[in-house]
């Protein structure tokens, strides 16, 4: 018997939720026991992409909608395609597709925690996820051990929440023919080396702190550039800073690009410098490709890498600490040889897309023999 399965997610951006839950979709399209459809609060990337893919995907616009008429959306959406699961991805989706859920009887509700954003953020917002994590969801997915024991701690049940990581395809390789058309595009000479991040514009990512271990850098390493994929709120002030302190000419700010994989591939250090993390999706493509990290131990990050072993894990706001970690790579070919084995061996061992699907669907299964 088909087993039907709805998607809610805000598709606003196309950030980490975005992309896994894409990826998942992708999964699952070959298994001819499922059938898909979406619902995206947001014209955008995912809903794009989802078309292009041939996946019913429904938009209900939340810029001209109430929170009533999103509600009542997701509730016509549900009683017409009658799902199995109705998996959720984010606080407002969480919300009302677990409301409209229960409303009509969906046989499972799933919602995935991607992050610790929007949780401890106000009293009004706790109130109401407590209460929707307890009432509106069978089963919590989060997406680190570290996620979870947050989860656990700010008070949702410890019984509903399982833990499945991000996953990734393994990426292709790209030629060096290509690369030089990118290098150009950059403006990158093949004789530099490149240092980059990819992620959302925003705070919790702490751009700055990459950008002053950059400063740091170049003093010793001049022949460096550094490379900023993904836009946001603060690309403004992130260009101000590079000027600030003198290094705007080393520093290229790509705003957001559909080829990620292909630019990752210039890489000869990935910089994660986030203070919150889950499991980044860029983390997992840039080691699938055997880029040497650097990254803050923060969140579920330690579950990906192993200090030392599969990459280089230092204090989060510690620049000092992370230039000196991206200098060891530049210069130790060993060390840099060795972290990029073990980094591939790492992703192809435990973070594939395969086996997080594989982890979701039986997920499904659990919460409807329930």
């Not at 302190?245 to 292909?262: A, L």
Request: proline letters at 3%; aromatic letters at 6%; glycine letters at 8%.
């Amino acid at each position: 018997m088909q087993m039907k399965v709805l998607f809610i997610i805000s598709g606003d951006v196309w950030a980490g939720a975005e992309v896994q839950t894409f990826s998942l979709i992708n999964a699952f399209e070959h298994e001819q026991k499922m059938k898909m459809h979406v619902i995206t609060f947001n014209e955008g990337v995912l809903s794009e992409k989802l078309r292009k893919e041939n996946v019913s995907v429904t938009v209900l616009d939340e810029k001209n909608n109430s929170i009533m008429s999103l509600c009542v959306g997701c509730l016509n959406e549900m009683r017409k395609f009658h799902p199995d699961v109705v998996h959720m991805n984010g606080f407002k989706e969480n919300i009302l597709g677990g409301i409209a859920g229960r409303l009509i009887g969906v046989p499972a509700l799933i919602r995935t925690h991607h992050g610790k954003a929007m949780i401890r953020v106000a009293p009004r917002y706790d109130f109401v996820e407590r209460i929707n994590g307890r009432f509106f969801a069978d089963y919590i997915i989060a997406v680190s051990h570290d996620l979870k024991k947050y989860l656990v701690d700010f008070g949702l049940p410890s019984e509903k929440i399982t833990v499945i990581h991000n996953g990734v395809n393994l990426p292709h390789s790209v030629d060096e023919d290509r690369l030089d058309v990118l290098r150009k595009d950059l403006g990158i000479k093949k004789s530099e080396k490149v240092i980059g991040t990819v992620g959302r514009l925003v705070k919790i990512k702490d751009h700055k702190m990459f950008l002053k271990a950059a400063k740091q850098i170049l003093i010793s390493e001049p022949c460096t550039k550094f490379i900023v994929v993904g836009d946001g709120p603060l690309k403004s002030d992130l260009e101000r800073q590079t000027r600030e302190i003198g290094i705007d000419s080393k520093v290229i700010f790509t705003g957001f690009r559909r080829n990620v994989t292909e630019i990752l591939n210039l890489f000869d250090v990935f910089a994660l410098t986030s203070i919150h993390e889950g499991v980044p999706m860029a983390l997992l493509e840039a080691m699938a490709l055997g880029k040497p990290v650097v990254a803050t131990r923060v969140g579920g990050v330690g579950e990906v890498i192993v200090d030392q072993i599969c990459g280089l894990l230092v204090d989060p706001e510690d620049p000092h600490s992370f230039s000196q970690a991206c200098l060891r790579i530049l210069r130790d070919s060993n060390l840099k040889t060795n972290i990029t084995e073990q980094s591939v061996s790492m992703v192809k061992g435990t973070f594939t897309l395969d086996h997080t699907a594989m982890l979701t669907k039986d997920l499904y299964r659990t919460a409807l023999k329930q």
